[in-house]
Structures are given as structure tokens and as C-alpha cells.
RNA sequence: GGGGGCGUAGCUCAAUUGGUUAGAGCACCGGCCUGUCACGCCGGAGGUUGCGAGUUCGAAUCUCGUCGCCCUCGCCA
């Protein structure tokens, strides 16, 4: 079958014999193409009914497909059509065909379409409609409980079908690029092995073998590791990944990974050939250009000075180190934080001066979320410190403001703990959150920056074990793979990894790194992070076992699809960017999944269910 | 698992803070209307105030429990 460049089939090719399910009309245009070009013409429309105004003589329907409204008047002359018309309502789908002719009543300027309509003289309803629940046009305003359990209505207004059109072009232009650059596009299993590390896996029940179970994938990066072992060199995939940890505004269990690697390549080739891929869709999708190259920024600069290990570099307001000038001072909360090997650091909240203690009582709270012990404040004014912790700060206000570039009227923050980390992780929470309360943002920045020369591990207090600040497969960097075999602590603590993460505007857009390639280098980072010989063969058996076949020097990233779409389409809410997304309680509001499943369906599975017994509660 | 917010007509909201028969706009139904574009006018129907207990002469309102949705901490190699 033939189709017209918008889509829509051609006369000469509609089936000769419609049957009673088959429209008589077969759509010429779409909602959004006519103008005073066509006038005269006879046109056949099809879509849905977006509004209606019967005047009693002649009556107007505004018709709404994915592309746009066209107004279709109906004249009494026109009697079968003009009848119909009476009885539409909202939402009802219809076909019409007449003449596009000039509007008597003049053009409407909030239409593309506003210079012409459509006289019907013939009109078909192809399906009427139930009264809907709300009307796509008002949806903005509908609950978001509502428009999730009927998505279909909300799907139908502008602003979804653009969402849909946009997630759709940057997937097609990633498919491009990676074509282009000469990656296959492969696909990996989503029945897989559990792995012991990383988020909790979402199991699915083996029927064949008794009591066993898949995991779906957190992501594919075994078997694209796989993959380079096995000769592919360049490999992508647009793959969705499942982690069953608790959702939030960005995150969803189940997301999308624009997933790559590649062999005979180091970190720069890697990061280069990924920032290529963002540019060209920066530049397409949202006609911005990205600088070139995209600076880089260690993630111990990142962590000192924005407490972070994705900066927000859309405003300044830096973490400053103050801990030589404080350590002068009486102030016990500090002594006593640096003599346990703590530091202090202060942000300079410009003009912050203005706020009342309640607010900055509220900022304490705010920090005591993240860890902090409380909040210590002081205020500039007229040249001294003034309200907070001032008497304590008082001999040393000079080498304090010099310090901190403070200025009167401003708001020093300090975040003070024996773990720097700590320190870090408050002051950077609050610059992120002051950043937006104060407005400091302008709208339409876009801050790039790649966070390089990340620890390969971290010491985890609660489990007493190393864990991957990446995973498990991120290679050492050449000159620190000797550190391995060290016990030392801050030896370990110190060795770095050829991982990268690509920031936006404070949110991670995508992490990857160079892979180890050697099975006993894997083996010794196994070893690091607790995982013994025995378990190590049982868990990743087959991937040491590829490695030890002769494995290119290979590495990748995984950017998340979801996210790169938030951000060109300017909303913080991932549910807005997913066709069909769920609630916080993992729920599918219109097909109430998840659902419970017949007895005979379990056995099947071997599985018996144990539920916690809840109290006799309503609805 | 913890903290916070919300839940009243199909939708968006109100209800003088515990007091008559729970209201309005939109949507829906009926009628009128020949240039509207948020059409207008007249009329009508529509409620388990999420659910369940409790306090009270009396509960949308107060208390407890529970369910759902949102934000968030934990969690997310």
C-alpha cells in the first residue's frame, strides 16, 4: 500500500470493497494543512470532535487530529451533514468532506488553520464517545491521578502527542548517529541472571526449572562487555532497564537507556565520539549548540566545590573552605568537628541577610534531611557579623569575609561534621535548593560539564565493605591497577577510574566507563569488593571466563533516554515523558497492573504467595 | 520503612471553621438560536464528601484506622 508523504493513503489506493467497519471516507489532508492555498478545493477530514458550537441555523466543529484544528462549518443546505452535526459531541470521531472555502466570520489568529474552514457536505461519524472524564484541552489542569488512568485522553492533547514526537526524533536521530559512526544495534536478553550488586532486580519465575528464578536487567552491561569480547567493536542499543528501588519525580523502575560500547578505544574516544551524539540532538531538537568541546571537571573539584557529584553550574554560590580561618575561634561545634579530621566549609547566600529566622530555621531543617547536625549561620552587616553564630565567629570576621568574598546584607552558611563527605553532601543539597528559592537560575541555560577521575571505590560505613562508585567492571586507572593488592585504606580509597559522567544542568544524564579487560584484574576487583572466588564463579563465571578469551580494551556509557527527553521538553516530571508510566506504588492506573494472579497460575509457577494480613479497610 | 501534602458531582473548586435539603463553573440531558471560535439564552438531571470505625443531639468539618495520588529521606552498583 501506497502512502502520501503526511501519511495518509491516497484515493487510488483505498480497498475497492470497504466493509460496514470501514470509513466511505478516506482522509485527504490533515487538521493542520489547510490554507487560503486550498480554497476551493474538496477536501475529506477525519479526527476528533475538540468542540462544537450549534448555533440552531449553522453549526461549527472544531476537528482535532495529531497535527492540528480545522474549523468545519455545517450550512443547513448540506441537510444529512448538517443534521449529524447536531448530535456531536466532544470527543466523537468523525470524517467530513467539503469545500475549503474563506471564513465569513473572519479568521481566528489562534488557529493555523484560522484563514479558511471546511463547508461539510457529507459527514460520517466513525465513533462516537462516551462522555470523556475531561477534554484534552483542559487536561492541564486535571489531576494527574485522572489523566494517568485514562492516558488515552491525555495522550491526545498538543502537549503529549509533542512529548511522544519529540522522545520519538531523539531516538531515531541516536539510531542515525550511531549508524553513521558504524555501531550495530543489538538486542541483549531481559530474562538474564541475578547479580548480586546494584539495585534490587525484579525476579521473574522459572516454569521449567522449579524455584528458580530471571532477573529483568538493571542494564545490559554484561553482555555488551560480552559483546566486545565477541568481536562486535560497536555496539548501541535503546534498551529499557528494570530497578525495583522506590520511584521519585525523575525515576522510574522501569526506564530507558540509550546503551553503548566500544573496543580499541580509551576514555577521550569515547567521550567524544557520546558528546557528538548530544550535540547533533541539542541542536536538532532544541536548536541550541553545545560547547566543543564540553568541559571536563574532576569529581574531587566537583565534590569540593559544589558538594556534588553532578554540579549545578548554572550559578556560582561555591562551597568555600573555611576551616583554617574557623579553627581560630572558641567555637566548639567546629574544634570539634576538625579535630575528628571534619572540616568546615560555608556557602555566601548573597543578600541573605534578608531572611527572617524562621527561614533560616528552615534551612536547618532543610540540612538536618541530609545529615547535617544543624545549620550555624551568620549575617553581614555593616561590615560585622551579625545574629547566629557571630559571637563565636567575631575575631576572626576579617579573615572570614575575606575568605567567603562576603558582602553586607549577605547570609554565611555554614556545614560543619567530622566526615567531610557529610559537609559536602549538606552544603551541596543546600546550594542546589537556595539556587532555586533565590531565583538564580536563568531560564534556558543549559551548563554542561563531564565529571571525570571518580575513586573506583568507596568505603561503605553501614556494610564494612568497598563499594563500586561506578560498578564492578570500571577499570583502574593503568597507573593505580598496582593499588589493588594494597590493604592500606587510603591506598584503596585513592585509586581512580576511567569513568565519566555527562552533567546537565545539575542532573546526570548518563555515566559510563573503560571496562576492565582482564580477567585477573576483574578477579582482584572482585576480590576488593568482597566478592570471594567462589561466589565470583558462580555470579560472573561467564564474564571472567569471556575475559580470559582475549577481550579488546573496550569501554562505553549509558545515557537515560527518559531524562535527555525531560530536559528538551522543559518538565522535571518523568511520567510526562513515558507513554504509559506508573505511580510511586509501581501501579499502571488504567490497567491496574499490578494485579493478583489465579492459584493455578502460581503452581504452574511453584510459587506460593505469603501476604502480609492488613486490616479490614475500605476501597 | 520514615517525614510532608492532598482526597467533596464526570472535571476544577466552594461550603461562614461542628448546625437547615453539601453549592458554583465547566461537562452532560432537553429546549431556543444562521457566523461562532471559551458561542449565547432558558430549563433539567447529577453526591456512599475515598473507605471503615469512633466522639457528638448533630460530622465534609474533630479523633483513630485504612486505601489511593504527589513531593521527599532511606534506596537507586
Redo the contacts with the bound molecule.
Sequence with gaps: MRFLENGIMPRSAQTPNPGPQTPKMQRTHHCNELRKDHLGQTVTLAGWVN?Y??????R?I?LRDREGIT?I?F??ESKDAHALAQKL??EDVIAITGKCID????A?P??ET?EI?VDATFAEVLADAA?P??IPD?AE??????RLRYRYIDMRRARSLNILKTRHRVAKLMRDYYDEQGFYEIETPFLCRS?P????DFLVPSRLQAGEFYALP??P?IFKQICMVGGVEKYFQIVRCF?D?????D?QAEFTQLDMEMSFVDQNDVITTNEGMIRQLWKEVAGVEIPNPIPHMTYAHAMEKYGSDRPDLRFGMQLLDVTDAVSKTDFKVFSGAIAAGGVVKAIRVPGGAKMSRKETDALAEFAK??GAGGLPTTKIEGGKLATGIAKFMEPITDELIAATDAEDGDLLCFGVDAKPATVHRVLGELRVKLGHDLGLIKEGDWQWVWIVDFPMVEWDD?TKRW??????FTAPKPEDIDKLDSTDHGTIASIKSNAYDLVLNGSELGGGSIRIHRSDVQGKVFKLLGIDDEEAKAKFGFLLDALSYGAPPHGGIAFGLDRIVMHLCNTT?I?DVIAFPK???G?D?MTEAPSPVDEAQKKELHLRTVVPQ??P???
Design positions: 468542540n458550537r450549534d448555533l440552531g441555523g449553522v461549527f472544531d474549523q462549518v450550512h443547513p459531541r466532544r471564513r465569513e466570520g473572519g481566528n489562534k488557529l484560522g474552514e462522555n472524564p475531561f483542559e489542569k486535571v489531576g494527574e491521578e485522572t547479580t550488586e546494584g539495585a534490587r538493571q542494564s552491561q530497578r528501588e522506590d520511584p521519585r519525580a525515576r534531611e541530609f553501614k563499594k563500586s562508585l561506578h560498578h564492578p516530571n511520567r505511580t510511586q506504588n501501579a492506573l492488613k486490616a479497610a475500605g476501597s
